[in-house]
Every structure is written in C-alpha cells, then in structure tokens.
C-alpha cells in the first residue's frame, strides 16, 4: 500500500564504488523527482521527470544519472561514489500540474566511506 | 531566484503552548504555499497548503494564511504535543509550469511533557 517507495533504506558503500537506488510509485503520477537532503536537513531538487523525459537537472555532478523505465519508476545511479555524496535521497512523485502536492518516500540514507 | 526563509530552530515548547513557526518567501509571480512535516526517519509528509492570497490551510490543529502583503506563510497551532516534535518546511511552487519544490532550510520543534 506504500504509495511512494524506495529501495534500500540504507546504503553505506566506499568511495569509488558504484550504487543505485531505485523508487517506484503506485499513486498514478506522471512526475517524479529525486531530492537530496544533507546533514543540516537542507532539501535541495536534482532531478525531475514527467511521463519519462527529464524536464529538470539541476547542478548535479555528471556522476549521478537517473532513469525511468516507465512513469511509475524513476532509478538514480552513482559512479565513483565520494564522501560528498553523504546524505538522505528521497524520491517523490505528483501529478506534474502547478500546486500538486509532492508525495515522498522515505528516503535512502547513503553513507560513502 | 525563488526562495523560502524560515526561522531557524529548535523551538523547543512544553506541552500545551503556542507555536508559531515564521515563514516568508520571495517569488517571480504568485506562488503556492506549503507546509510539510519530516517526522524522525520518514518522508516529508504535506501538512497544509494554500494557493491564494488570502487563503487559509489547516490540518491537525496547525493552520498558516497565505499573506501576500508580507509575502508570509506562519504556521500556526494553539496547543502542541509531544507527538508533534518533527522538522516543518516551508515551501513555495511557482502557478505554472511543472511543481517543484522550493523548499526553507527547515525548523526543528521539540515539544517536552
């Protein structure tokens, strides 16, 4: 019944190495969106899709590249993980029209070692 | 560029007493207004939104009135409780286009028995 979900809550993982998480959602959205929060609790927005094309892409390293497979499923890949990459990855999804609401997972606490 | 500034925590409050979390925001055009509330270890989850000047949201005992003579969104609530300890977010979206999230750094409330 979760309506956004995330896989795996927790990922600690070494520098140089490569991981991805995944999310799907079952709520019918056609937007999704990966956010990262740090230690502060600042959310800042990294990507965005509408019906599987990216529509925003914000000043991520190159390292990080989502996909969606499908408008259910959007998956965030890193390469050559650093320390820097520490933090809290939640996905979300909405119906993509001005004011929807986001409805998020409950995120993936990545810790680079 | 789009923005949202909170007050900063903790608000620590016993039990029973007055919240008020401020909350005001910069923007191209007329925003929407959210409130969301991360309780420890989970998501962000939507506590209220307004989308108009002068609209009042409400959920749980906790209300904030789109103001945009002050360019202000204050969330408000009468008598807090122990359960209601989390980190409350501000944030804006744009009346058109697709709805991403500008979001406040976040204030944390610690309300003690």
């Known amino acids: 019944d979760t309506a956004v979900s995330q896989t795996p809550k927790y990922l600690v993982t070494q520098m140089g190495n490569d991981k991805s998480i995944k999310c799907e959602q079952n709520?019918?959205?056609?937007?999704m969106y990966w956010y990262k929060q740090d230690s502060k609790k600042f959310l800042k927005i990294m990507f965005s899709y509408n019906n599987k094309e990216l529509i925003i892409n914000e000043t991520v390293p190159n390292r990080f590249s989502p996909k969606s497979p499908d408008k259910a499923h959007l998956n965030l890949h890193i390469n050559s993980l650093e320390l820097g990459d520490s933090a809290v990855y939640f996905c979300?999804?909405?119906?993509?029209?001005?004011?929807?609401?986001?409805?998020f997972g409950n995120g993936t606490r990545l810790t680079v070692t | 560029g789009d923005s949202v500034t909170q007050m900063e925590g903790p608000v620590t409050l016993s039990e029973e007493a007055f919240l008020t979390i401020n909350c005001t925001y910069t923007?191209?055009?007329?925003?929407?207004l959210f409130w969301y509330v991360q309780y420890p270890g989970e998501g962000l989850q939507l506590l209220l939104k307004?989308?108009?000047?002068?609209d009042k949201g409400s959920n749980k005992g906790f209300e904030a009135t789109y103001r945009k003579e002050t360019t202000s969104f204050h969330l408000e609530k009468g008598s807090v409780q122990v359960s209601d300890s989390a980190v409350y977010f501000c944030?804006?979206?744009?009346?058109?286009?697709?709805?991403?999230?500008?979001f406040g750094k976040g204030t944390m409330l610690l309300v003690s028995p």
């Open positions: 709520l019918g959205h056609d937007t």
């Open positions: 307004a989308t108009k000047a002068d």
């Open positions: 923007a191209t055009g007329y925003p929407s």
């Open positions: 979300a999804s909405s119906r993509g029209t001005a004011n929807s609401p986001l409805h």
């Open positions: 944030a804006l979206t744009l009346n058109s286009g697709y709805s991403t999230l500008t």
